[in-house]
């Protein structure tokens, strides 16, 4: 079963650079636009953006625009999620998914952002 | 910040049939599908519904989707003990070009 693994949890501190990963198990990374999604502690799901593997075309949530930035790196199968300065407000759950497909999302990296 | 607005928790008995709405605009639900999500503690969500009504491989058919104008439901019929949890809806939308997800509802099985 195509699987997307996501790298392990993080701590980091206020004004840091985080980046975490998304790995693509199967066969079918260009096809599909990789979403990331955030969750924090006891709310609702928020969509960050989405990146087209195929030529790196973003598209943000007017919400995260600026703070964040996704890339991929084809060569690996590989979406990433990067932070060029944290803010505590950035504890949450993070998923990557593709929603345009019925696959599972990925198991989710906890991102804690703490001084 | 969501843009779906679902009623916070709903509770039934085993075997009762309990409906979530999500109700939305003419931008996200009055104009695209509606996907649902359910989300067990400490797990990734899984999709329940697509297009609106239609069941990943797995789901069983006791779990039904619709929607009307800007507004959608989720209904799970023969309520088991397995079905608590929280579940999102979601969908495309055109004003934002973005994805927008609900507040959620969880599910209580009494």
């Not at chain 1, 699987?3 to 993080?10: K, P, R």
């Not at chain 2, 104009?31 to 503690?41: D, H, K, L, M």
């Given at each position: 079963?195509?699987?997307?693994?996501?790298s392990?949890?993080?701590?980091?501190?206020?004004?840091?650079?985080?980046?975490?990963?998304?790995?693509?198990?199967?066969?079918?990374?260009?096809?599909?636009?990789?979403?990331?999604v955030?969750?924090?502690?006891?709310?609702?799901?928020?969509?960050?953006?989405?990146?087209?593997?195929?030529?790196?075309?973003?598209?943000?949530?007017?919400?995260?625009?600026?703070?964040?930035?996704?890339?991929?790196?084809?060569?690996?199968?590989?979406?990433?999620?990067?932070?060029?300065?944290?803010?505590?407000?950035?504890?949450?759950?993070?998923?990557?998914?593709?929603?345009?497909?019925?696959?599972?999302?990925?198991?989710?990296?906890?991102?804690?952002?703490?001084? | 910040?969501?843009?779906?607005?679902?009623?916070?928790?709903?509770?039934?008995?085993?075997?009762?049939?309990?409906?979530?709405?999500?109700?939305?605009?003419?931008?996200?639900?009055?104009?695209?599908?509606?996907?649902?999500?359910?989300?067990?503690p400490?797990?990734?969500?899984?999709?329940?519904?697509?297009?609106?009504?239609?069941?990943?491989?797995?789901?069983p058919?006791?779990?039904?989707?619709?929607?009307?104008?800007?507004s959608?439901?989720?209904?799970?019929?023969?309520?088991?003990?397995?079905?608590?949890?929280?579940?999102?809806?979601?969908?495309?939308?055109?004003?934002?070009?973005?994805?927008?997800?609900?507040?959620?509802?969880?599910?209580?099985?009494?």
């Amino acid at each position: 079963e195509v699987q997307l693994v996501q790298s392990g949890a993080e701590v980091g501190k206020p004004g840091e650079s985080l980046r975490i990963s998304c790995q693509d198990s199967g066969y079918t990374f260009s096809k599909y636009w990789i979403t990331w999604v955030r969750q924090m502690p006891g709310k609702g799901l928020e969509w960050m953006g989405r990146i087209d593997p195929s030529d790196s075309y973003t598209n943000y949530s007017p919400s995260f625009e600026g703070h964040v930035t996704l890339s991929v790196d084809k060569s690996i199968s590989t979406a990433y999620l990067q932070w060029s300065s944290l803010k505590a407000s950035d504890t949450a759950m993070y998923y990557c998914a593709r929603l345009a497909t019925t696959e599972p999302w990925g198991q989710g990296t906890l991102v804690t952002v703490s001084s | 910040q969501s843009v779906l607005t679902q009623t916070p928790s709903t509770s039934g008995t085993p075997g009762q049939r309990v409906t979530i709405y999500c109700s939305g605009s003419r931008s996200n639900i009055g104009s695209n599908t509606v996907n649902w999500y359910q989300q067990f503690p400490g797990m990734a969500p899984k999709l329940l519904l697509y297009n609106t009504n239609l069941r990943p491989s797995g789901v069983p058919d006791r779990f039904s989707g619709s929607k009307s104008g800007t507004s959608a439901s989720l209904a799970i019929s023969g309520l088991q003990s397995e079905d608590e949890a929280d579940y999102h809806c979601a969908a495309w939308d055109d004003r934002l070009n973005g994805y927008v997800f609900g507040t959620g509802t969880k599910v209580t099985v009494l």
